[in-house]
């Protein structure tokens, strides 16, 4: 969902941010999302992809793709999300960009960490009693060495054979693009030596929202944690059993790698069945961190993920404010991303979902380094094959919000004059957070708008 959403808060209060602790729960992998069947819901599937062999439990020798808009259309988007984030990131995006291109699918790509987790509580009428009173199932760090080994390359393996799927062995043209670190990913992607295959190859376009590389995320203070000795003391931690990043785990709202992201599904889905009932949750959250007045489902989701609100600004929207008065407060909506998109994105199936709830340490590494986009002796030393950035052939398309503060593009211009790209598209929109792009309302989401235009230029 964001490229390292919780490097500043040691540097700001919680914003009036709301916590929980979780439950402890019994250990055991969670089950597949979709134990090898599609999920459909009309001419949306959630489909398995089988992939390479990567040492996790049975069945997540696989990975999953959220497709909108029909089989017919000759060009595939493949979307990949940001740090944390998984395949329901970009369904309402998908549904807007399909009704605007005709001749387009959009796949969103599910890496294979989502199979660990188990969302079955999500098709039950109270999800809150299954994850918050602990009869969840988690996946203990202590039995997953395996996730040691979830770096880059995995993804990028797993990856390619989604692209291969898609292109349906040359019938149709495939473009590639993310959110966040989902756009690192894309084009570490580009730039990726397969045995000898640049990665360029496969792609007919790159599309770029809020990430990148070369810097792309230096405007918003926290540099990426690349050098030789930082490298060194973070593959020691995993080397030593921190096989998850535990980030999210820093705002208060449990100790384990998917406390944060259960409860903001939570906060949706309550928010999606019956915004203007009683908040369900409230009345468990801790005191320090409760809202000091009554507020509806809507109300609390809306102080969890408002940038008046939620913390911290990298993974808000400008969605509205709290009512002024009532015995419990409502949403009210003036922003350009309404509470309703993001709690029906939020609420999920049980699949797919937004947040993924496992997300690799070794991940972390790898796509901190990729920043600097070329082979060196580091790249080399943990097996990135960044061989081929120079030699890049794909037209580009970059936005940017007011996330990054301008480093976004200036860092793409720069991969543009070092590479053979021959067009890129840049476009912006400051009153934008980082992701507004993802949820706001289709009259007035500027990401919709200026990527459609590219999309169709590609033929």
Same mark, same amino acid.
């Given at each position: 969902?964001?490229?390292?959403?919780?490097?500043?808060?040691?540097?700001?209060?919680?914003?009036?941010?709301?916590?929980?602790?979780?439950?402890?729960?019994?250990?055991?992998?969670?089950?597949?999302?979709?134990?090898?069947?599609?999920?459909?819901?009309?001419?949306?599937?959630?489909?398995?992809?089988?992939?390479?062999?990567?040492?996790?439990?049975?069945?997540?020798?696989?990975?999953?793709?959220?497709?909108?808009?029909?089989?017919?259309?000759?060009?595939?988007?493949?979307?990949?999300?940001?740090?944390?984030?998984?395949?329901?990131?970009?369904?309402?995006?998908?549904?807007?960009?399909?009704?605007?291109?005709?001749?387009?699918?959009?796949?969103?790509?599910?890496?294979?960490?989502?199979?660990?987790?188990?969302?079955?509580?999500?098709?039950?009428?109270?999800?809150?009693?299954?994850?918050?009173?602990?009869?969840?199932?988690?996946?203990?760090?202590?039995?997953?060495?395996?996730?040691?080994?979830?770096?880059?390359?995995?993804?990028?393996?797993? +990856? $390619?054979?989604? &692209?291969? @799927?898609?292109?349906? %062995?040359?019938?149709?043209?495939? /473009?590639?693009? #993310?959110?966040? *670190?989902?756009?690192?990913?894309?084009?570490?992607?580009?730039?990726?030596?397969?045995?000898?295959?640049?990665?360029?190859?496969?792609?007919?376009?790159?599309?770029?929202?809020?990430?990148?590389?070369?810097?792309?995320?230096?405007?918003?203070?926290?540099?990426?944690?690349?050098?030789?000795?930082?490298?060194?003391?973070?593959?020691?931690?995993?080397?030593?059993?921190?096989?998850?990043?535990?980030?999210?785990?820093?705002?208060?709202?449990?100790?384990r790698a998917e406390s944060t992201q259960i409860w903001y599904q939570l906060a949706g889905?309550?928010?999606?069945?019956?915004?203007?009932?009683?908040?369900?949750?409230?009345?468990?959250?801790?005191?320090? +961190? $409760?809202?000091? &007045?009554? @507020?509806?489902?809507? %109300?609390?989701?809306?102080?969890? /993920?408002?940038? #008046?609100?939620? *913390?911290?600004?990298?993974?808000?929207?400008?969605?509205?404010?709290?009512?002024?008065?009532?015995?419990?407060?409502?949403?009210?909506?003036?922003?350009?991303?309404?509470?309703?998109?993001?709690?029906?994105?939020?609420?999920?199936?049980?699949?797919?979902?937004?947040?993924?709830?496992?997300?690799?340490?070794?991940?972390?590494?790898?796509?901190?380094?990729?920043?600097?986009?070329?082979?060196?002796?580091?790249?080399?030393?943990?097996?990135?094959?960044?061989?081929?950035?120079?030699?890049?052939?794909?037209?580009?398309?970059?936005?940017?919000?007011?996330?990054?503060?301008?480093?976004?593009?200036?860092?793409?211009?720069?991969?543009?004059?070092?590479? $053979?790209?021959?067009?890129?598209?840049?476009?912006?929109?400051?009153?934008?957070?980082?992701?507004?792009?993802?949820?706001?309302?289709?009259?007035?989401?500027?990401?919709?708008?200026?990527?459609?235009?590219?999309?169709?230029?590609?033929?």
């Amino acid at each position: 969902m964001t490229r390292r959403p919780m490097r500043g808060l040691t540097r700001r209060a919680l914003l009036g941010g709301l916590a929980g602790g979780l439950a402890a729960a019994a250990t055991g992998a969670g089950p597949a999302a979709a134990a090898g069947r599609s999920t459909r819901a009309g001419r949306e599937p959630y489909v398995p992809v089988s992939v390479s062999g990567g040492g996790g439990p049975l069945g997540t020798d696989r990975v999953h793709v959220l497709k909108i808009g029909a089989d017919s259309a000759r060009t595939v988007l493949v979307l990949v999300p940001g740090m944390f984030g998984a395949a329901n990131d970009f369904r309402l995006l998908a549904r807007d960009v399909v009704a605007a291109v005709p001749g387009v699918q959009v796949w969103a790509f599910d890496r294979r960490e989502e199979n660990l987790a188990d969302r079955s509580g999500f098709a039950t009428p109270d999800p809150a009693a299954y994850y918050l009173d602990g009869h969840y199932r988690t996946q203990d760090p202590a039995a997953s060495a395996f996730a040691a080994r979830w770096g880059v390359a995995r993804t990028l393996e797993d +990856l $390619r054979t989604v &692209v291969a @799927v898609a292109a349906e %062995g040359g019938r149709r043209q495939v /473009v590639l693009g #993310g959110h966040s *670190w989902g756009a690192t990913t894309a084009m570490t992607y580009a730039a990726w030596d397969f045995d000898g295959c640049p990665g360029y190859r496969d792609l007919v376009g790159l599309v770029v929202v809020d990430g990148g590389v070369r810097g792309a995320f230096d405007g918003t203070g926290e540099p990426v944690e690349d050098s030789p000795e930082q490298v060194r003391e973070r593959l020691a931690a995993i080397d030593g059993g921190a096989v998850f990043d535990l980030t999210l785990s820093a705002v208060g709202l449990g100790s384990r790698a998917e406390s944060t992201q259960i409860w903001y599904q939570l906060a949706g889905w309550y928010a999606h069945r019956d915004p203007d009932g009683r908040s369900v949750l409230q009345p468990r959250m801790p005191d320090a +961190l $409760r809202p000091p &007045v009554p @507020v509806t489902n809507a %109300g609390l989701l809306g102080t969890l /993920v408002d940038a #008046g609100f939620g *913390w911290p600004n990298d993974i808000s929207v400008h969605s509205g404010h709290l009512a002024d008065d009532g015995d419990v407060r409502g949403w009210v909506d003036t922003g350009i991303t309404p509470i309703g998109r993001v709690a029906a994105a939020y609420a999920g199936g049980p699949v797919p979902a937004v947040w993924e709830w496992y997300w690799p340490a070794r991940l972390s590494v790898d796509l901190d380094v990729a920043d600097v986009y070329r082979d060196t002796d580091l790249t080399r030393s943990l097996g990135l094959r960044l061989y081929h950035a120079a030699q890049l052939k794909t037209p580009l398309y970059v936005f940017e919000t007011s996330y990054a503060k301008g480093t976004v593009a200036s860092a793409a211009r720069e991969v543009v004059s070092d590479s $053979r790209i021959p067009y890129a598209r840049y476009a912006s929109d400051t009153g934008m957070n980082h992701l507004d792009p993802l949820f706001a309302a289709t009259v007035r989401n500027t990401l919709t708008h200026t990527l459609t235009p590219f999309l169709t230029g590609l033929g």
